[in-house]
Every structure is written in C-alpha cells, then in structure tokens.
C-alpha cells in the first residue's frame, strides 16, 4: 500500500524526515510520535503535500505527487484546520465531495450520510463558525469518509473530541477496518491507536525506530534495561535470589512486601521468576514494569537506535 525507500525531508538545515525506508501492507496502522517527532511531515509526504528531499515514495504503486487520480483513493483529516466559518458544515463537505467528482446531488447525499454518521445531524446546517473544537474535527472525518475512499489518513483525529465524541470516531474506525478499509492514525497518545489498530509504527526526531503490533515491540524492548516492580510475601528472600542468579544490576526493598529491581536482562527474570519462586515458596501478588509511558518508550528505542 505505502512503500518509502531512503526518504528525507529537510527544511534548510532542519531534518523533518530522516532517512525512512518502511512498507506498509492494506489494513490498519498506528503513527505514534511525542509533539514534534515527525509525524504530519510523513503525512504530507505520503498524501504529495510535500516532495522528498531523498528518496522515493510509492503509494498503491505510484508516485503521489500532484497525482489527482490517486488522492481520489484516499481520505485525509489533517491535523489543522482549513475551514470556511461562513458556511454550514453540510455544504463544506459536500463542496469537497464534488472535489472528487461527483455529481452534486450524489455529492450531497455522501455528505449528509457522512454528516449522520459522525453524529452531526443536528448541527450540519449550521455555519461552521457555530462549531465547538470537537464538532469541527467530526466534521473534518465526515468529509474524510464521504467519497469511501480505500484509505483513511488521519492526524491527530481525537484532539478536541469529548468522551461521546472520541466514543463516536473510536466506533467508526472500528467498523472502518472490519469492513476491510485501511488506515493510518496519527498519534502521540499510546491507548487511543491501542483503541483502534495492533500495528505501530514508532517515529521520533524524524527517525522511525520500530514498527510491528504491540507484541513485536514488546520483544523488542525485553532486553533494554528498565526497572520492575514486584509486590511478594518474602521481598528479602527474592532479593537474595535475584542477586544470586546474577540478573539485577540493584534492589531497592520498600516496606514489608515490595521491591524494584532494575535488570538488563528483563526477559530472563519474566521467564524464571515462575521458577524461583516455586522452589522458595514465594508470594508474588503484583508484578509490572515502572517504565510504562509513552515517553519511557520511546527513549528506550532510542537507546537501541543509539547502540546503548
């Protein structure tokens, strides 16, 4: 579906895309980056809002640059806003329907289906300028969605939403890809792509660090050295043990039952600690890593990418 060999985008002498080379099956994606990592200049790279600097990029076979034919197969929500406030939300999305090539009352009638199933029936009649955040964003997905392309883009798609609207995008997107559509979403927040695709791609300063479903990442990730917390009956008697088997680099005991733990070697402590517990008859009531943001991990991938 998408396939970047060696892409670089530079602004001047600043890197927006550094060097990217990834390819993309049909199906659902996840975009996930902090604030500034890179991922609305990937977007417009891959829609042909912007030409690389290096490299090539090939969407469904063919370059998206000014390629009019090929936009018409996909449906972008772009992380800003480009709205008419004089104009009812209605008539916005059925002028850019007609953009596609259809005829105006087909255009009209995508429109108001896709008004309807955002949850904007009450309001598509109203200028735009009326809008809350939140309904000018369900109105950017329903144009997004009214041609039925074969390929959502969306950035950014839950900012300004309210639970009722996240609860409204979050459904359809999941309907989306059942219905076999595909999709790429933009985020810099892990459980709203969690919410609605298994597959990541992980990109910051311009970089692509990982990409794979949240399992694939997570094996990745096993041997970086973290910090484990572990809540047991016999916090000594497990300290002893992991000191012993030579699997920590520290150990901090708090209390009469907890301890942290800070390993390189994660993977190995996950799979014997089953073991070493049996053989010392020991409690294990809680067991999770401390190094559970979004941030965390992407400064472990950097490590990683760093040879840390």
């Known amino acids: ?51 690389p600097t290096l490299g090539s990029i090939h969407m469904f076979g063919s370059n998206p640059w000014n390629n009019a034919g090929l936009l018409r197969r996909i449906g972008v929500s772009p992380g800003d806003e480009a709205m008419y406030s004089n104009v009812s939300g209605l008539e916005w999305v059925r002028f850019l329907v007609e953009l596609q090539g259809f005829a105006r009352q087909e255009a009209a009638r995508r429109a108001v289906w896709a008004m309807e199933r955002l949850d904007m029936s009450a309001a598509m009649h109203r ?113 002893r043990r992991l000191l012993d088997e030579d699997v920590v680099e520290s150990i901090e005991v708090a209390g009469r039952s907890r301890l942290t733990v800070a390993t390189r070697h994660p993977l190995t402590l996950y799979q014997r600690l089953p073991e070493w517990a049996a053989e010392d008859g020991l409690e294990i009531h809680e067991l999770h890593s401390a190094d559970e943001s979004l941030q965390t991990l992407f400064d472990s991938l950097m490590r990683v990418h760093r040879g840390g």
């Open 1 to 51: 579906m998408i396939e970047l060999r060696n892409v670089t985008k530079l602004y001047g002498t600043v890197i927006g895309v550094n060097d990217v080379s990834l390819s993309l099956q049909p199906g659902a994606h996840g975009l996930l980056g902090p604030n500034g990592a890179g991922k609305t200049t990937f977007l417009n790279l891959i829609t042909g809002q912007l030409k």
């Open 127 to 239: 200028p735009i300028g009326s809008y809350s955040r939140g309904m000018r964003q369900r109105t950017k997905l329903a144009q997004a969605i009214a041609h039925e392309p074969e390929f959502l883009i969306l950035d950014e798609p839950f900012n300004g939403l309210d639970p009722v609207g996240r609860h409204v995008v979050t459904e359809l997107l999941r309907d989306w890809i059942q219905r076999g559509g595909s999709l790429l979403l933009a985020s810099h927040i892990l459980h709203e792509v969690e919410a609605i695709s298994p597959s990541f791609l992980l990109i910051c300063g311009g970089r692509l660090l990982a990409s794979g479903t949240a399992a694939e990442v997570n094996n990745l990730l096993a041997d970086v050295p973290n910090r484990i917390q572990i809540d047991c009956n016999q916090p000594r008697e497990l300290a």
